[in-house]
């Protein structure tokens, strides 16, 4: 199984990202898709997900409104697009999948990307 994350980079305060995740060796449609970030010195913690059947969304309070995840299973790919953009949001996101069809599924990370918002 790998995920693989794409497009991270440094952006100004204000600015805008899309994050992507490709997902390959694992059946998509059966994994709930997440974001994660772990800023330097913090805990990892989750940004946002999308479920794998209804495709229903969550995310922290801290992004509601300025970020938004969706997936396209025919690519099978998972997506984070991020807009006005702050400092505090700097951190190595990571892509997740689980399988959540069962308990204690399986989980995979990709190897996460660096987004540094800066002036």
């Known amino acids: 199984v790998q995920l693989v994350e794409s497009g991270g980079g440094l952006v100004q305060p204000g600015g805008s990202l899309r994050l992507s995740c490709v997902a390959s060796?694992?059946?998509?449609?059966?994994?709930?898709m997440s974001w994660y970030r772990q800023a330097l010195g913090k805990e990892r913690e989750l940004v946002a997900s999308?479920?794998?059947?209804?495709?229903?969304?969550n995310y922290t309070d801290s992004v509601k409104g300025r970020f938004a995840i969706w997936r396209d299973d025919v690519e099978r790919t998972v997506y984070l697009h991020m807009s006005s953009l702050k400092p505090q949001d700097t951190a190595v996101y990571y892509c997740?999948?689980?399988?959540?069809?069962?308990?204690?599924?399986?989980?995979?990370w990709g190897q996460g990307t660096q987004v540094t918002v800066s002036p």
């Open positions: 997740r999948a689980h399988d959540t069809r069962v308990i204690r599924g399986a989980v995979y």
């Open positions: 060796g694992l059946t998509f449609t059966d994994y709930q």
């Open positions: 999308v479920d794998d059947f209804t495709h229903r969304t």
